[in-house]
């Protein structure tokens, strides 16, 4: 249907549940030139002309999920096409794990009937299997629901107060489901990353993983 594009860069999905510290780890590699970073774009889901997906979502989940989810779908979509200059690009989360993750969490709670779900997976077939979309890297930070679900809590984005301890421990299963026990495919080999402790001690980590994760794209470019 369609030709795949040219090999895309050295690419990393970081994954991870809500409040995991996905954008601290991201704010880091930000200050390397020769990396992309590219985060969630969580103010578009916010504001599609003028309506809060985001919101619509935690509000009403069994009318709104799938809405939101197929926006997300295309929005990602957009990050793994985007092309770069750099040799590495980073991105925040990924069509996997919106797929393995997030709308299997929802439709296993009954928040997304099976006619959504499987139009949602006949169009994340079509795009996975036609376009270039690989990755060649995911780092996982690896959380406990408790200590995510104290950091949502301070970190205290509106949308997300009402979420249950009952939605995190479940995502936290499907990540665990995917990435740890590869009950679902994974596009690549993935790093884990211990992310239960502190901010300064995550980033001692980041550092120590840093050359490990950027120096995969030299064995990548040397293959
Ligand atoms: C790929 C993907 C990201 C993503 C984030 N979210 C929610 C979780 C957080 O509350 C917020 C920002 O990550 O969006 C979601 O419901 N479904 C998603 N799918």
């Given amino acids: 249907m369609f030709e795949k594009g040219p090999k895309s860069k050295f690419t990393v999905s970081i994954e991870g549940n809500i409040g ?6 991201l704010q880091h590699f930000a200050k390397f030139n020769d990396v992309e970073v590219l985060q969630e774009p969580v103010d578009k889901w916010r504001n599609v ?14 009318r709104w999920a799938h809405t939101f989810q197929t926006y997300v779908q295309m929005t990602m ?33 009954g928040k997304m009937t099976e006619p959504e779900y499987n139009v949602y997976c006949e169009w994340y077939n079509m795009i996975t299997q036609n376009l270039n979309v690989d990755v060649d890297l995911i780092v996982y930070l ?41 009950k679902h495919p994974l596009p690549a080999p993935v790093l884990i990353l211990d992310a239960n402790e502190n901010l300064c001690s995550m980033y001692k980590k980041f550092e120590e993983h840093t050359s490990e994760i950027l120096c995969q794209k030299l064995v990548k470019n040397k293959l």
Wanted: net charge positive; aromatic share 8%; proline share 5%.
């Fill in 77 to 109: 979509m957009e990050l793994h096409l985007k092309p770069t200059s750099s040799p590495v690009k980073l991105i925040e989360r990924s069509l996997f794990s919106a797929r393995y993750c997030f709308v299997e969490n929802l439709f296993r709670g």
């Fill in 142 to 182: 690896r959380t406990d629901p408790n200590k995510v679900h104290e950091r949502i809590r301070k970190r205290a984005r509106s949308e997300e107060q009402t979420i249950p301890m009952q939605y995190l421990e479940d995502l936290h299963k499907l990540h665990e489901d995917w990435l740890i026990e590869k």
């Fill in 20 to 25: 995991s510290g996905k954008s601290t780890l």
């Fill in 49 to 62: 002309r003028g309506y809060n997906l985001l919101d619509l979502m935690y509000k009403d989940p069994c």
